[in-house]
């Protein structure tokens, strides 16, 4: 490319599983952007993967990934990989974008981190919401018609539709509904609240040692907020903000917003409808690439300090369940 400003990024795909698959219709959708090579553990997984999204390379092994000619690494792996496969890609040089939960605990995310600003390399989790323009123009729209500021969040999802087989099932792969599903509603509570103070939380465990079902009340420096899990019962999947002179409703699925409702304290309704193109991974990801061509090290939208909060909410409410994974 001829400049900075249209240089194309070039990534490299670890994991390709769903997340990677969604990744991949997304960034179909990001102009200046391909994937050029994928690794994982699985090899004709991998081979099909690059057959069906035209993926020129596929990695041999990971040493091989890391050391191509790739600008960054998108980690898609099961969450009990994340911390040690970004370490290894930042290490090798490499800008990572890293699908959520970025790391099991606060301790793990920590060394992800300080790994990323001892090389001197971009680290983003993988918080597709605020980057929606559903969630952009309500955003907008607040400013210039303001319900007040937002004291009170209530959000969650249960699935109880996936199968036995389902990573989140499993303890070994940091499964259970809090680090699978729970950090759309800690991003939502934290970005709307503020800073966390305190968790209470109340569930069920599995024989397994997962969560599958959890309630969990955080207190935060702004407000409050009401969140559940769960992988054995079934629900809606909106969210609620509320706030001195109105309310917001976002309209399920609400970590994919295309739909919001406010209404305000005088009786005024205001339906704010945006719909989504790619399947939502290509915001991000434009996202990501325009740090990475600005020579930028951390996103203003998810920081390096809203990623922490997020996994010490989570960390926080699941092992007030007794909830711990191999290692801890």
Request: aromatic share 8%; glycine share 10%; proline share 5%.
């Amino acid at each position: 490319m001829s400049s900075r400003d249209d240089k194309l990024i070039r990534f490299g795909v670890i994991g390709p599983g769903r997340a990677a698959a969604r990744f991949a219709e997304g960034i179909a959708a990001v102009e200046g952007a391909e994937i050029a090579a994928v690794w994982g553990r699985n090899a004709e997984r991998a081979a099909a993967y690059a057959e069906k999204f035209s993926v020129s390379a596929i990695a041999p092994a990971l040493d091989s990934l890391l050391h191509s000619e790739v600008d960054a690494i998108y980690v898609a792996t099961h969450p009990d990989t994340h911390a040690e496969l970004c370490i290894a890609a930042i290490e090798a040089g490499k800008h990572v974008l890293c699908e959520k939960p970025a790391a099991l605990n606060t301790s793990q995310l920590a060394r992800v981190i300080s790994a990323a600003i001892a090389h001197d390399r971009l680290f983003m989790e993988a918080m597709k919401p605020p980057f929606f323009p559903l969630y952009r123009k309500l955003r907008d729209h607040l400013e210039k018609d303001p319900i007040g500021p937002v004291k009170f969040v209530r959000a969650g999802h249960c699935d109880s539709s996936i199968g036995p087989d389902y990573p989140l099932h499993f303890r070994e792969l940091g499964g259970g509904g809090i680090l699978g599903i729970g950090p759309y509603e800690a991003f939502l509570s934290l970005d709307w609240l503020g800073p966390l103070k305190r968790v209470q939380t109340m569930g069920r465990v599995t024989t397994a040692g997962v969560d599958s079902f959890a309630i969990f009340q955080s207190e935060h420096e702004r407000g409050m907020a009401q969140l559940h899990t769960g992988i054995d019962l079934l629900s809606h999947g909106d969210a609620l903000l509320s706030a001195t002179r109105g309310f917001v409703l976002l309209h399920a699925n609400w970590w994919n917003p295309a739909r919001a409702t406010v209404h305000y304290i005088d009786g005024r309704v205001v339906e704010l409808d945006e719909p989504f193109t790619a399947g939502g991974f290509n915001y991000e990801t434009d996202h990501f690439c325009e740090l990475v061509r600005n020579g930028q090290r951390e996103s203003s939208v998810i920081t390096h300090a809203l990623s922490m909060g997020m996994a010490r909410l989570l960390e926080e409410a699941r092992t007030e369940l007794g909830v711990r994974f191999p290692g801890e």
